[in-house]
T-cell receptor, first 114, second 115 residues
Framework: AQSVTQLGSHVSVSEGALVLLRCNYS??????LFWYVQYPNQGLQLLLK??????LVKGINGFEAEFKKSETSFHLTKPSAHMSDAAEYFC????????????FGGGTRLMVKP | GAGVSQSPSNKVTEKGKDVELRCDPI?????LYWYRQSLGQGLEFLIY????????KSGLPSDRFSAERTGGSVSTLTIQRTQQEDSAVYLC?????????????FGEGSWLTVV
């Protein structure tokens, strides 16, 4: 069975500071990993995804994530936070054993202080 | 349309009434998913349709919940005899096909409040 753990339900950073949102996964086969962002009162928007190509994946809005098999991690980073990055971020995993169904982590709410 | 479309965007219903939530997937997408997002519960898988195959209903929380997909396109999620714990955002999503790492696109959700 696949699962995802996001450490920290709330993360607060200052504008211009590094953003680091943590995600660890469990999967019995090579996973496909995703980060989605949800702005207030909106649906989920794909930030980036890992599908067994390059381990460092670049996404929209300056975000990137690195797949580390040895650590079973897929942490999301952005060098410099912007006020508009305030949102909830979800890490998700899917694999062939799960029929391509996404299993989500509990989400991390990012707050950006001026 | 350009994206996944859901209706209604907001629904307030009385406890015990039935509700229907509609989803129009992206044109050409054969896979369709329903998820539920509740406060403190995260995102919960409900049901998955892929083409003409039998749907994966493993996530439906009770027999009050059902869904159908007509003509391989539009889907309706029905909740019978609604309870207050059914209050949540119901998210529909679609993807081009079942397969490795296909991007799943989400609608903006139907916000259901049961009073």
């Amino acid at each position: 069975a696949q699962s995802v753990t996001q450490l920290g339900s709330h993360v607060s950073v200052s504008e211009g500071a590094l953003v680091l949102l943590r995600c660890n996964y469990s999967s019995s086969v090579p996973p496909y990993l995703f980060w989605y962002v949800q702005y207030p009162n909106q649906g989920l928007q794909l930030l980036l995804k890992y599908t067994s190509a390059a381990t460092l994946v670049k996404g929209i809005n300056g975000f990137e994530a690195e797949f580390k098999k040895s650590e079973t991690s897929f942490h999301l980073t952005k060098p410099s936070a912007h006020m508009s990055d305030a949102a909830e971020y979800f890490c998700a995993v899917s694999d062939l054993n799960a029929g391509n169904m996404l299993t989500f982590g509990g989400g991390t709410r990012l707050m950006v202080k001026p | 349309g350009a994206g996944v479309s859901q209706s209604p965007s907001n629904k307030v219903t009385e406890k015990g009434k039935d509700v229907e939530l509609r989803c129009d997937p992206i044109s050409g997408h054969t896979a369709l998913y329903w998820y539920r997002q509740s406060l403190g519960q995260g995102l919960e898988f409900l049901i998955y349709f892929q083409g003409n195959s039998a749907p994966d209903k493993s996530g439906l929380p009770s027999d009050r919940f059902s869904a159908e997909r007509t003509g391989g396109s539009v889907s309706t999620l029905t909740i019978q005899r609604t309870q207050q714990e059914d209050s949540a955002v119901y998210l529909c999503a679609s993807s081009l096909r079942q397969g490795s790492g296909n991007t799943i696109y989400f609608g903006e959700g139907s916000w259901l409040t049961v009073v």
